[in-house]
């Protein structure tokens, strides 16, 4: 099944699809296809889906690779943790305190019993915190956008999301069984076509965009979304998974950031990112919440969080008010790492947000680069198909407050290294350059 070389390289998700549109449909076929491939890239050493830490996230760990065998002393830029508060020992504390007391898991889903007085606080501070009536929780992000999507949609009402949209969002509407359609990434005039479109055909239009997106690390034009609300009057969700605890003067989020908290209806954000624990909430008007509590399944038929994970919420978001400084940090890093990046000659899209992703669209480039980066103590996974499309590769490096400069440094020198090696980067740039800034004056300039 497999034609030439180049095939061995793609993502497996990419395979299936090749070989539905063959027309193999066999769940047995398309296994073992997949797992030849599978077995094809970890020989090779290609494989980089597979590799583990040994010892839980943080900015520098032992990864081990399966495939190779090797276990490499690595900086990681994979973790969406953002603020660093995993490792946090007031957090920790917390986190070690809830179980003593409340014990290890719920047993059981929100409306059956599942729900305990760290809950309640939780969902409390969270309405608090990004400015509305009401929050609740959902035990993972993908679960809420999926239980709030799929059950807010009457038969008359209709749904636009970007085209670049998370997984869970896409899932969501589908599952809703109502009309749908999707605008082009970031684009206002796309959106106002479809609005202009679709607006007298329903009673309601939901729009669902993210603040800025997993995979390309760039910002939603929030405020120009927002301003077509007078025109055609539409319900806004947006997904803050990539920028609560990140941005605004409390760490509210994107919307906080830019004061447009009260034209949005529906606040969502996942709770595994800044806050370091897991789980999801949605924040919206009091008069919504028994329509969702009520008729979204992940909510109703799925256990509810771990008091560990809401201690953890908690003292997270305790963190968040006690230390705007860990933000200063993180965008300070940021702006630090990309400058240097965009200087070497590296190509990172539109990406603004702690998201700095380097677009490497030749599959076998990408898993190569990738490899060496490994080999060198760089720990990033490959971003293939389907989380991007089958010729946008890219290498994500996810920033987070407790990466030291030091660790930046290091990794952007084999970058530079890399990226001359494989004809990323313009020649002309000497990989020397880019060092004689320091991290202070980078801050400071953006
Ligand atoms: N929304 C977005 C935009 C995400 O990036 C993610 C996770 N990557 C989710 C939702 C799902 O969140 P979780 O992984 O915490 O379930």
């Not at 076929?29 to 491939?37: D, F, G, N, P």
């Not at 949609?153 to 998370?166: C, I, N, Q, S, W």
């Not at 109502?178 to 309601?204: A, C, T, V, W």
Request: one cysteine or more.
């Amino acid at each position: 099944m497999q034609s030439n070389s180049s095939d061995s390289l793609n993502s497996l998700a990419l395979l299936k699809k090749q070989l539905n549109s063959q027309g193999v449909h066999s769940f047995e076929a398309i296994a073992e296809a997949l797992y030849q491939q599978k077995q094809r890239q970890s020989q090779a050493g290609l494989y980089s889906q597979d590799r583990f830490t040994q010892t839980g996230s943080d900015c520098e760990a032992v990864v081990i690779s399966p495939s190779t065998g090797e276990s490499v002393n690595c900086i990681l830029w994979c973790i969406n943790h953002y603020l660093g508060l995993n490792r946090n020992p007031r957090v920790i504390d917390r986190a070690r305190e809830a179980i003593a007391q409340f014990g290890t898991g719920c047993g059981t889903s929100a409306l059956s019993g599942g729900m305990s007085a760290l809950h309640k606080a939780v969902e409390a501070r969270l309405a608090q915190l990004v400015g509305k009536e009401r929050a609740i929780l959902f035990p993972t992000g993908y679960t809420t956008n999926l239980g709030v999507l799929s059950a807010l949609p009457g038969k008359h009402d209709f749904l636009l999301f970007d085209r670049e949209a998370h997984a869970s969002i896409i899932d969501g509407v589908k599952l809703s069984g109502r009309k749908f359609s999707s605008f082009r990434h970031n684009s206002i005039d796309d959106l106002e076509r479809k609005l202009r479109r679709y607006r007298e055909q329903y009673d309601n239009i939901i729009v669902i965009v993210e603040s800025a997106y997993s995979m390309s690390g760039d910002l939603a034009p929030l405020k120009e979304i927002v301003s077509l609300k007078q025109t055609y009057d539409f319900h806004l969700y947006v997904d803050e998974a990539h920028t609560f605890g990140l941005y605004g003067k409390d760490g509210a989020g994107y919307c906080q950031e830019l004061g447009i908290t009260d034209s949005v209806d529906f606040i969502m954000s996942t709770l595994s990112k800044a806050t370091a624990s897991i789980g999801g909430f949605i924040a919206c008007k009091a008069k919504y919440i028994p329509l969702l509590e009520w008729c979204a399944n992940s909510f109703i038929f799925q256990a509810s969080l771990t008091p560990g994970d809401a201690a953890t919420i908690l003292a997270a978001l305790d963190e968040l008010a006690d230390r705007p400084s860990l933000r200063t940090q993180l965008h300070a890093k940021n702006a630090y790492m990309r400058q240097k990046l965009l200087s070497i000659g590296f190509n990172l899209g539109n990406s603004q947000s702690p998201i700095v992703p380097i677009f490497i669209p030749d599959p076998e480039k990408l898993l190569q680069f990738n490899k060496e980066l490994f080999e060198r103590g760089i720990f990033s996974v490959s971003i293939v198909y389907p989380a991007v499309k089958p010729a946008e590769g890219r290498l994500r490096f996810i920033l987070n407050a407790s990466h030291t400069y030091e660790q930046i440094d290091r990794t952007l020198d084999a970058l530079a290294h890399l990226g001359k090696k494989y004809g990323l980067i313009s020649p002309k740039t000497s990989s020397r350059e880019w060092l004689s800034l320091a991290p202070s004056q980078i801050a400071l300039a953006s």
